[in-house]
Each structure stands twice: as C-alpha cells, then as structure tokens.
C-alpha cells in the first residue's frame, strides 16, 4: 500500500507544467506493485481541484486510487507527533494534515509518495517515502 500525498495528485489534475510528468510516472509504477490509497484529509485537500465528490470519486477511481479510513491509533500519533512538534517551538496551534498523513503510512507500515518530505522525516523516520529527490 502507498498513500498519495495531496501534491502528486494536484500535479495531475492541475498539469503542473513541472512536476506533472514525474508524478504520473510514480503513480504508474506504484500502481504496478502497490495499492494506491488517499486517506479523508488528502481527500478533503483535493476538493479544491473539483465541482463536486462525484466527479473527485470519479477521477480518483480512473487512477485506481481509493479511499482509507484513518484508524484510531492513526489519529492518536497524529496527535503525540504534534505534541512533540509543539514542544520542539512550532507554531501551529491545530494538527497539520501531514501528521495525519505520516500517522497513518507509519501504521499501516506503508509508504507515502509525496514532494514535501520534510514533516515526514522529521516525525516519522520509519515511513518509506518516494521523492524525487530519492528517485
């Protein structure tokens, strides 16, 4: 299994003159030996590209890509890593969608294809990530 971070996917929609190529190339390849999965938060992020979740469900369907509930324990890491994150001196006063993120792929024990490490290494350094810096 591999969750799609929200960038690959607007890379796609949005034909990022930069980016689109490489992350349809990652999606298909995943696609060849993983599951590829959104969770409800990189769901929610994607209602900025469509009308309607008819026509989201439709393009995420097309791409063989479905949607994953988030598990409690899931929520509750999310949570712990924002503790630290916190007491580390960030900012943030809400739980950013990447903790939700990393959470998850942490225990799913899966990986994550995303541009924006950074967060994920830095409060999940078990989850594998495909970047196209490790490309």
Same mark, same amino acid.
């Given at each position: 299994?591999?969750? *799609?971070?929200?960038? @690959?996917?607007?890379? /796609?929609?949005?034909?990022?003159? =930069?980016? +689109?190529?490489? $992350?349809?190339?990652? #999606?298909?390849?995943?696609?060849? *030996?993983?599951?590829? @999965?959104?969770?409800? /938060?990189?769901?929610?992020?994607? =209602?900025? +590209?469509?009308? $309607?979740?008819?026509? #989201?469900?439709?393009?995420?369907?097309?791409?063989?890509?479905?949607?994953?509930?988030?598990?409690?324990?899931?929520?509750?890491? +999310?949570?712990?890593?924002?503790?630290?994150?916190?007491?580390?001196?960030?900012?943030?006063?809400?739980?950013?969608?990447?903790?939700?993120?990393?959470?998850?792929?942490?225990?799913?024990?899966?990986?994550?294809?995303?541009?924006?490490?950074?967060?994920?290494?830095?409060?999940?350094?078990?989850?594998?990530?495909?970047?196209?810096?490790?490309?």
């Amino acid at each position: 299994m591999i969750l *799609v971070d929200t960038n @690959i996917l607007v890379d /796609v929609f949005k034909d990022d003159p =930069t980016w +689109a190529r490489w $992350s349809i190339r990652q #999606l298909r390849a995943q696609a060849q *030996v993983h599951e590829l @999965i959104v969770n409800p /938060v990189i769901y929610s992020e994607l =209602t900025l +590209a469509f009308n $309607s979740p008819d026509a #989201l469900d439709e393009a995420l369907q097309q791409m063989g890509i479905t949607l994953n509930e988030l598990p409690r324990p899931a929520l509750f890491l +999310a949570g712990r890593a924002f503790v630290k994150y916190r007491r580390g001196g960030g900012s943030r006063t809400n739980v950013p969608a990447d903790f939700f993120i990393g959470a998850q792929a942490a225990i799913l024990r899966c990986g994550i294809l995303t541009r924006d490490a950074k967060r994920y290494r830095n409060y999940f350094p078990t989850v594998p990530l495909i970047t196209p810096d490790a490309t």
